[in-house]
């Protein structure tokens, strides 16, 4: 073999080393954003549940539909540990008064008919609305930092 023939060989193997490191760090990059992605998917959908949560329990508590959509709104802002004090947050209750209305119907009806696809849809409405009029996720508004105590040792 000559030393031109080794050369070239050796600068294909280097073109494929190079090529191999830049398919790993694609890769890398793909799967660390996937990961972002199904975490954020997971969190917002925790996040929802426990809203749709409190917000059912509590319009299903209310003796009438006022009483019952004053309530809902009640555990809205207590959810997101908000109040209505603001232009902007009042909107947003106001925007979300039809998934409070879904749920009141889905509420009086008997056993096996309610329907809660209202609700559903009356959420996701409302997801889309803030997502377009916030710039912005609005279950984004439910993250809680975590604070990390220093571990205390007592003797």
């Known amino acids: 073999m000559t030393e031109q023939t080794l050369t070239a060989f050796l600068d294909r193997l280097e073109q494929d080393a190079h090529a191999a490191s830049r398919a790993e760090e694609s890769f890398r990059r793909e799967v ?3 990961m972002r992605a199904l975490e ?8 929802r549940y426990n809203l749709m949560r409190s ?3 509590a319009v299903a508590a209310g003796e009438n539909e006022d009483d019952a959509l004053a309530k809902g709104r009640a555990a809205f802002l207590d959810e997101l540990q908000m109040s209505a004090d603001s232009e902007a947050n009042e909107e947003t209750l106001r925007r979300f008064e039809p998934v409070l209305r879904a749920c009141w119907s889905a509420c009086q009806a008997e056993g096996e008919a309610a329907d809660t696809t209202a609700i559903a849809s ?3 409405a409302f997801e889309t609305w803030f997502g377009s009029a ?3 996720p609005f279950l984004a508004l439910m993250e809680r930092e975590v604070v990390e105590l220093p571990l205390v040792e007592v003797c």
Request: aromatic share 10%; hydrophobic share 45%; net charge positive.
């Open 55 to 57: 917000v059912g329990v």
């Open 40 to 47: 954020q998917e997971r969190a917002f959908g925790f996040r």
């Open 122 to 124: 009356a959420l996701a």
């Open 134 to 136: 916030r710039s912005g």
């Open 32 to 34: 660390a954003e996937r």
